[in-house]
């Protein structure tokens, strides 16, 4: 009997935690139908344009997720996303290579630097803080370096020294297309891969078990056998690989790579995954809360949006909902 509480412990939180994101999402959800910027919210567009904008940050979220069930936190994958838009960039436009080689050796490079981040934290017990910001400093320098320090667009140099413009490579077109009669953008599609792929780790395998095990207690996991400097290898490999997904997406819809890009995304994402109510302790949430959190903040941003609201403003407020969740998470334990 005694054995069954903490499942029971658990049950509760989940479905306490999908109860508030739901009302969260709810109660955002109704600001727009207050502040509706004379009908802009009612139309279809705005809805389809949100999640098409918020997809990027939601993949995202959806390795975050899984890094912070394991107790973790990851602030590398603005940079590592920066870094594949480069990378894919340069070696699709400017050196021709075909989709099914440069983009494996670009999700490769996304899943080297989680791992190399993962290392240093389960191997060598660095406080994931200071590993994954050491990681996001140094690869947001490689991004830079690998550039140039400029943007990898399709206006390239040609043999005869005059700047030309190269072909779009066609998965750029692919992944920054619109499906379904215009109605639903392939990135979406790519970000609810993401969020199926991340749920079917946590909810039904045995390395999601781990992770929510040394999420919970790490020590106790550790002397139950669970091997916990490779499941935080898997964790944070498997958060830098989705990085470089979202990398690839950012590339394929401004048609450039831009060393900059991703710059403060992992802020989002995390108020993301908090906004869901996953437990920035660890050991507690899901991917289908972060799926609610992903949402919530799209329409958060897309009603700050239409109403004009300015950046300062928009920043402003994101910090108050993260600090506000993080303090309602906290009443209820």
Not at 188 to 207: D, H, K, P, S, Y
Request: hydrophobic share 50%.
């Amino acid at each position: 009997m005694k054995s069954r509480q903490p499942f029971k412990r658990d049950f509760r939180f989940l479905k306490g935690a999908f109860t508030r994101a739901l009302l969260a999402l709810l109660f955002i959800f109704a600001l727009g139908l207050v502040f509706n910027a004379d009908g802009t919210f009612f139309r279809w567009d705005t809805h389809r344009d949100m999640l098409r904008q918020i997809s990027t940050y939601g993949i995202l979220a959806s390795g975050l997720t899984v890094v912070i069930v394991a107790g973790g936190i990851d602030l590398s994958v603005g940079s590592v996303l920066g870094l594949s838009a480069v990378c894919v960039s340069l070696l699709s436009i400017h050196q021709g290579w075909p989709a099914g080689l440069a983009l494996p050796a670009c999700l490769a490079m996304g899943l080297a630097c989680g791992a190399v981040a993962g290392g240093f934290i389960g191997r060598f017990a660095i406080q994931p803080f200071i590993a994954t910001l050491a990681t996001m400093v140094f690869v947001r320098g490689l991004s830079k370096w690998v550039s140039g320090g400029q943007k990898v667009s399709t206006t390239v140099l040609g043999p005869a020294g005059t700047f030309e413009q190269a072909p779009i490579p066609p998965v750029f077109e692919l992944l920054s297309a619109r499906l379904l009669n215009q109605n639903l953008a392939a990135v979406t599609v790519v970000f609810l891969t993401c969020i199926l792929v991340c749920w079917v780790l946590l909810a039904g395998t045995r390395w999601g078990r781990w992770l929510y095990a040394i999420g919970g207690n790490e020590l106790s996991a550790r002397l139950s056998g669970v091997p916990v400097t490779g499941m935080k290898l898997l964790a944070y490999g498997l958060s830098g690989l989705l990085a470089a997904v979202a990398g690839i997406c950012q590339a394929a819809q401004e048609m450039q790579g831009d060393p900059e890009a991703g710059m403060g995304y992992e802020l989002t994402a995390i108020a993301i995954v908090v906004m869901g109510g996953t437990s920035l302790s660890g050991g507690r949430g899901g991917i289908g809360l972060t799926l609610l959190g992903t949402v919530t903040i799209g329409y958060l941003e897309k009603i700050l949006s239409i109403n004009a609201v300015s950046e300062a403003s928009r920043l402003m407020m994101t910090g108050a909902i993260v600090l506000t969740a993080v303090l309602f998470q906290r009443r209820q334990r």
